[in-house]
């Protein structure tokens, strides 16, 4: 069975720096895009950064030149690295993958979320 672990959420101060981790377990075959994605209270879900199985990166405009997407593939793991965080970043933030499960069927896989709460 597939399991997303995140850890590294936290409070901080504004201006001050974060780093998220993602865990993937139970995989069997590799895993495809994987990235990260935040709610805020009242708000929908919305992406953050996601990266390919070829280091491919996009990213929010919103977080464009502070926030850092990475992965280290032989541990099954991305990684957030969030600077210069703002008010606004306040949110949980999951983590998603897309891994294949089959040679002919990819599965979508959510992390439990981690809070981020940045203070003015």
């Known amino acids: 069975q597939v399991q997303l672990v995140e850890s590294g959420g936290g409070l901080v101060q504004a201006g001050g720096s974060l780093r998220l981790s993602c865990a993937a377990s139970?995989?069997?075959?590799?895993?495809?895009?994987m990235g990260w994605y935040r709610q805020a209270p009242g708000s929908q879900r919305e992406l953050v950064a996601t990266?390919?199985?070829?280091?491919?990166?996009n990213y929010a405009d919103s977080v464009k030149g502070r926030f850092t997407i990475s992965r280290d593939n032989a541990k099954n793991t991305v990684y957030l690295q969030m600077n210069s965080l703002k008010p606004e970043d306040t949110a949980v933030y999951y983590c998603?993958?897309?891994?294949?499960?089959?040679?002919?069927?990819?599965?979508?896989?959510w992390g439990q979320g981690t809070q981020v709460t940045v203070s003015s």
């Open positions: 998603n993958a897309d891994v294949q499960v089959a040679v002919w069927r990819r599965k979508d896989y």
């Open positions: 139970g995989i069997t075959l590799y895993i495809n895009a």
């Open positions: 990266i390919s199985s070829s280091d491919t990166t």
